[in-house]
T-cell receptor, first 115, second 114 residues
């Protein structure tokens, strides 16, 4: 039972480069989301999706794109990396509410450094 | 406005003592869920405990309990008999029934002293 698989675990990018963080879940969850974690800021929602073909912006969407072509996959694209995007990124999934009694399952995180 | 507020950036507790981590939330949705997660230094997010807004009793899971005070909009995590392995970052989170989004607080870093 893999749960939520997130790749890569570590990445260093140069300013202006693009890349895609991969996220896949095998729990048939409708809801998937991307967060970034910065010191003292907790987890901030970047983008989320409530099903294939449906995505929406979170608190900090600028500089990131997402798509959801299948239930299982929810990749996060950095279009032109900036040092401000240096962060730890988490992908999470859960069944869609209501009821809201299902916790979010998290991937292992991606530590991204933009130089 | 902040949906989830954790006012304790860092806390210390002596091993074997109990500790309370504070969490207040803001919502107008009558139906919601409250969650606590633990993040050890290795970085993974570990689900600890859940409380539903309509639950009459406080949730408990082993040494973890959630002190739910609905009128005050608080959902404090109580860890009894602290262990060295409890040293970690703890996040409070909320999910509203009307929106499929989890809101997280800024976290509390707990250090358990031997």
């Amino acid at each position: 039972n893999a749960g939520v698989t997130q790749t890569p675990k570590f990445q260093v990018l140069k300013t202006g480069q693009s890349m895609t963080l991969q996220c896949a879940q095998d729990m048939n969850h409708e809801y998937m989301s991307w967060y970034r974690q910065d010191p003292g800021m907790g987890l901030r929602l970047i983008h989320y999706s409530v099903g294939a073909g449906i995505t929406d912006q979170g608190e900090v969407p600028n500089g990131y794109n997402v798509s959801r072509s299948t239930t299982e996959d929810f990749p996060l694209r950095l279009l032109s990396a900036a040092p401000s995007q240096t962060s730890v990124y988490f992908c999470a999934s859960s069944s869609a509410g209501p009821p809201t009694d299902t916790e979010a399952f998290f991937g292992q995180g991606t530590r991204l450094t933009v130089v | 406005a902040q949906k989830i507020t954790q006012t304790q950036p860092g806390m210390f507790v002596q091993e074997k003592e109990a500790v309370t981590l504070d969490c207040t939330y803001d919502t107008s949705d009558p139906s919601y869920g409250l969650f606590w997660y633990k993040q050890p230094s290795s970085g993974e997010m570990i689900f600890l405990i859940y409380q539903g807004s309509y639950d009459q009793q406080n949730a408990t899971e082993g040494r973890y309990s959630l002190n739910f005070q609905k009128a005050r909009k608080s959902a404090n995590l109580v860890i009894s008999a602290s262990q060295l392995g409890d040293s970690a970052m703890y996040f409070c989170a909320m999910r509203e029934d009307n929106f499929n989004k989890f809101y997280f607080g800024s976290g509390t870093k707990l250090n358990v002293k031997p």
